[in-house]
């Protein structure tokens, strides 16, 4: 039980929702009917800070050993990633010829991006797995969790970093400190840093209550993270609204002592924004708690209602947020027949908890199916432009967030 918030150590902490136990969200397994574990999973508002954040922590060795997510299977963020190596040339100057760092590089889609536009690129993943794959696409991967140890190594060996980058791997995190401690460490001295991470106002906002599960430990707002980077001698000098993943937020960092780049407007207009919505307040927890229990209950009624109705449903995307939906609104095989996923890495197997089977995308050939439901809702565009034969012979999709839409 985490009884000290992990941002700024007060004691004041609030559990406002209450998922139950699960079992972790891409643990997917070989053979269904297995035992498997599970954990609480309840969120907690620090009231100091304003930070939200699971009240357990899972060793990560669990969740982030032998890991199947493949970060560029996804086209939209392929493309999302050529528009962040954009951003830091745009406030560099250029990134041609810099070094360019990678937390948690998953199979190198971002630092293909990096490269192609000309940086010296090195990523750090902890994934044995998923490191192999990106060296084997040519991005040099140092497979350890980032750290202060890596941090120095990496600057002996090739010296001070003018890009580091972390993209969807701060809520993974225990201690936030060390975390930024070690950017501080490999930074170049005008160098920046650039994190990404879901905002909070988003996931309240669209009910994203699937994209809570054990591998989050925070969820995030601007306002805890500039008091963070302030101890570690960092400001964050400018964020950016991007659409990926329901909504984050793109934060850039500099050394406190490089002043030449200053502090743009932007980061005063999210923290007005964060406060005017209510963000900063307990209360707006409470009514999402609720908002969250409507949502459940609503899925488990129209997954009752289908089966009732003897239809067919496939998922597709066999994301870990499908896990929480799947799980905590026990919907299974008994109404979903199987999901579809093109990461190699995930077909075969079953997912967490409901043990439904993932297959390949030739596994809708022939199959006539009256519902796809996308778990991978935040990509249901693409989903839907590749799944246009579907829709041809008459099939309907279920967007199961913010609320259950069939279209
Ligand atoms: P993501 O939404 O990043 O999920 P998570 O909730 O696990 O963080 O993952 C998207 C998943 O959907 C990933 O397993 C790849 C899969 N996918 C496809 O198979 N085809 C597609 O066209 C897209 C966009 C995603």
New binding site residues.
């Given amino acids: 039980m985490l009884t000290q918030c992990r941002m700024c150590g007060s004691a004041d902490l609030h559990a406002y929702l209450d998922l139950g136990a699960t079992p972790l ?2 643990a997917f397994v070989k053979q269904p009917d297995i035992a498997e574990p599970y954990f609480p999973l309840a969120v907690q508002y620090c009231a100091e800070c304003s930070l939200s954040q699971l009240t357990v922590v899972v060793d990560p060795r669990l969740m982030f050993g032998d890991y199947c ?3 560029s ?5 392929r493309d999302h990633c050529r528009g962040l190596v954009q951003a830091c040339a745009d406030r560099l100057g250029t990134v041609k010829a810099a070094l360019a760092v990678d937390i948690a590089s998953n199979d190198g889609c971002l630092l293909s991006a990096f490269r192609e536009a000309g940086s010296r690129v090195l990523g750090v993943e902890p994934a044995r797995n998923i490191a192999r794959i990106a060296e084997e696409g040519g991005i040099p991967t140092v497979s350890r969790f980032w750290c202060r140890e890596v941090a120095e190594a990496i600057r002996r060996d090739t010296g001070p970093a003018r890009v580091i980058t972390g993209t ?1 791997v701060f809520a993974h995190v225990d201690d936030v400190g060390d975390f930024v401690e070690s950017v501080a460490a490999l930074l170049d001295d005008t160098g920046i840093f650039v994190l990404e991470f879901p905002h909070m106002v988003d996931l309240v906002r669209h009910s994203e209550f699937d ?1 809570i599960y054990h591998e989050h430990l925070s969820y995030f707002l601007l306002r805890p993270l500039v008091r963070l980077f302030e101890r570690y001698a960092m400001t964050i000098f400018d964020v950016e609204k991007v659409a990926i ?1 329901g909504g984050s937020l793109r934060v850039f960092a500099k050394k406190t002592s490089h002043t030449a780049l200053p502090v743009r407007d932007s980061v005063q207009a999210i923290l007005a924004e964060e406060e005017t919505l209510g963000f900063y307040r307990l209360a707006t927890y409470h009514r999402f708690a609720d908002r969250v229990a409507t949502v459940r209950r609503s899925l488990t009624d129209f997954f009752t209602e289908i089966v009732a109705a003897k239809k067919t449903v496939v998922g ?7 896990n929480t939906l799947l799980n905590c609104c026990r919907i299974g095989p008994e109404h979903l027949a199987m999901i ?4 190699p890495q ?1 077909q075969g197997l079953f997912t967490p908890g409901r043990n439904i089977p993932i297959r390949g995308r030739e596994a809708l050939e022939g199959a006539a199916f009256d519902y796809m439901l996308i778990l ?1 809702w ?2 249901k565009d ?2 839907m432009r ?1 799944t246009e034969a579907f829709r041809r012979r008459g099939g309907k999709y279920i967007i199961p967030i913010p609320e259950v839409t069939v279209l």
């Fill in positions: 969200a891409d997510y493949r970060s299977i996804s086209g939209p963020f969807n994209t993943h597709y995307g066999a994301t870990a947020k499908g579809i996923d093109e990461t995930k991978a935040n990509y693409a989903i590749k």
